[in-house]
């Protein structure tokens, strides 16, 4: 079969079976091309709650499906690969997070979304690299204790001098290979370009940056923006949709090394496998976590929108 026969055949079927396909926007073209939605984590969730089908399927990574099943759990809800999972979401679990809770008992605990479900069950809120400065500054207590994402704790909190933060050591171990090296020589073979970066990279990079936002956010920057090239520091997915969606400017990688491998593990095929019922994986999840998980979740949506 060619690339637009499966194309085809999975909108064919998820027509017939009313399931949607959610798509991250760090997904390959051909699989957005089949999508029903494209967004940040944070625009997923709330598609994620708000969804009429009676199904999705999630092109992303795990923590991103579990989040649509406790936002919808009486929805069917499929990882489309079932090995893509985000290192950061492993970094810290219920035991760690119980000692630094023990250290810091009257701090309010913000998870970024990029944690496990049942990590949530024990946070008061959690957030996105979209949503999060805004959620913690809605949050009344002025003592944070940001999990697990010290990168962007670190931006959140400069925007918020007013309150504290204690942060855990964890982080996205693509964006914190970049370094300001990288900046240099990207900015030097391209001075023209204006950089445009994830908050999950190094405060040395994000310090230089003319534009800090989710992945949603530096495509909508560039869209609109009137400069004609641009520096992404961010998975390099986006340099692709960015060129195909702005055929009249340029976009550059900020590093080789900016690739997700959990990201780019989901194939055409996987999404093809999950509506023929032959693969994917089928979330569940026991109802203490969805209860406890949701709470955590469902206070983001709230607070973020
Ligand atoms: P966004 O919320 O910006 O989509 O980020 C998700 C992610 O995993 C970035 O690495
Ligand atoms: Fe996780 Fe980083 Fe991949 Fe995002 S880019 S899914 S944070 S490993």
Redesign the pocket.
């Known amino acids: 079969m060619t690339i637009q026969e499966i194309q085809q055949e999975i909108l064919r079927m998820k027509k017939e079976q009313d399931v949607c396909i959610l798509a991250?926007?760090?997904q390959g073209q051909e699989i957005l091309e089949v999508a029903d939605y494209m967004?940040?984590?944070?625009?997923?969730s709330v598609q994620g709650a708000k969804s009429k089908c009676k199904g999705m399927i999630m092109c992303g990574?795990r923590f991103m499906a579990e989040t649509c099943k406790v936002l919808s759990p009486e929805k069917k809800v499929w990882l489309a690969n079932p090995s893509a999972g985000?290192p950061?979401a492993e970094q810290l679990d219920l035991e760690g997070l119980r000692k630094l809770k023990a250290e810091h008992p009257d701090h309010t605990v913000v998870a970024y979304?990029?944690t496990t479900s049942e990590l949530k069950t024990e946070c008061d809120v959690c957030v996105?690299?979209?949503s999060a400065v805004q959620i913690c500054s809605k949050i009344e207590n002025d003592k944070i204790l940001f999990i697990p994402d010290p990168n962007l704790g670190r931006f959140v909190s400069e925007k918020l001098p007013e309150k504290s933060f204690v942060f855990y050591k964890g982080g996205?171990p693509?964006?914190i290979v970049v370094s300001a090296k990288d900046v240099e020589k990207a900015r030097k073979a391209h001075p023209e370009a204006l950089l445009l970066v994830?908050p999950?990279c190094r405060q040395e990079v994000v310090e230089q940056a003319d534009y800090i936002?989710?992945?949603?956010?530096i495509i909508d920057y560039a869209k609109k923006s009137d400069a004609k090239e641009f520096i992404i520091g961010?998975?390099n997915s986006i340099v692709e949709h960015l060129q195909f969606a702005c055929p009249d400017k340029q976009f550059y990688p900020l590093s080789v090394m900016l690739t997700?491998m959990n990201?780019k593990i989901t194939t055409l095929m996987d999404i093809y496998n999950c509506l023929k019922g032959t693969g994917g994986e089928v979330i569940e999840l026991p109802q203490d976590i969805v209860d406890g998980a949701g709470r955590c979740i469902h206070r983001m949506v709230e607070l973020g929108g």
């Open positions: 991250h926007a760090y967004g940040d984590s944070y625009g997923l990574v985000c950061m979304i990029n996105t690299s979209s996205c693509r964006h994830h999950e936002g989710s992945t949603t956010g961010t998975e997700c990201m």
